[in-house]
T-cell receptor, first 113, second 114 residues
């Protein structure tokens, strides 16, 4: 199947700083990518839909100014957590649509101190 | 709105025993249904999907699931559990073809006892 990578796989940052997470589709072009967050022992919650060349669509309750999404190319989407706080600590997972299937990245664990 | 309920947050079976993970869905239109597996600190891997063709769907690693419209269920089974099956399993539903905007259940952690 198609491969999606994320970088970094884990990051620790201080409260108030910004963190950028990259999501790349390695062997296919993903017009649409999704960003999810997963709290410990919980399910994945969709944060936003990222479409190449256009603004992301955010789910209700997700602050678009806090979670900045950029989908500049068909193989790269980035999520920037701005002014991170401890409550933003979570596992962030991206996925890309290829051949009518979602392919998921390995996730990025963010810890905000 | 669509939703998924997975009965049992934790299921424990013996190696070689039948695995049954339950999933019930709610959807206003004929749904597309999926089962994913997640190993610790990893992303999700698709096990199988129902796309309105055959109601009994076979997936990878010996898993299968049966779509039952009358019961709004899509339970996942495997005849004989293996130690490597220990993981978190998520059922998901989509009302749009192409795995767009998946809604996930809360997950079931499967433990295999030797």
């Amino acid at each position: 199947g198609a491969v999606v990578s994320q970088h970094p796989s884990w990051v620790i940052c201080k409260s108030g700083t910004s963190v950028k997470i990259e999501c790349r589709s390695l062997d296919f072009q993903a017009t649409t990518m999704f960003w999810y967050r997963q709290f410990p022992k919980q399910s994945l919650m969709l944060m936003a839909t990222s479409n190449e060349g256009s603004k992301a669509t955010y789910e209700q309750g997700v602050e678009k100014d806090k979670f900045l999404i950029n989908h500049a190319s068909l193989t790269l989407s980035t999520l920037t957590v701005t002014s991170a706080h401890p409550e933003d600590s979570s596992f962030y997972i991206c996925s890309g649509i290829g051949d009518n299937e979602q392919f998921f990245g390995p996730g990025t664990r963010l810890t905000v101190l | 709105a669509q939703s998924v309920t997975q009965l049992g947050s934790h299921v424990s079976v013996s190696e070689g025993a039948l695995v049954l993970l339950r999933c019930n869905y709610s959807s206003s239109v004929p749904p597309y249904l999926f089962w994913y597996v997640q190993y610790p600190n990893q992303g999700l891997q698709l096990l199988l999907k129902y796309t309105s063709a055959a109601t009994l769907v076979k997936g990878i690693n010996g898993f299968e699931a049966e779509f039952k419209k009358s019961e709004t269920s899509f339970h996942l089974t495997k005849p004989s559990a293996h130690m490597s099956d220990a993981a978190e399993y998520f059922c998901a539903v989509s009302e749009v073809w192409g795995a767009q905007k998946l809604v996930f259940g809360q997950g079931t952690r499967l433990t295999i006892n030797p």
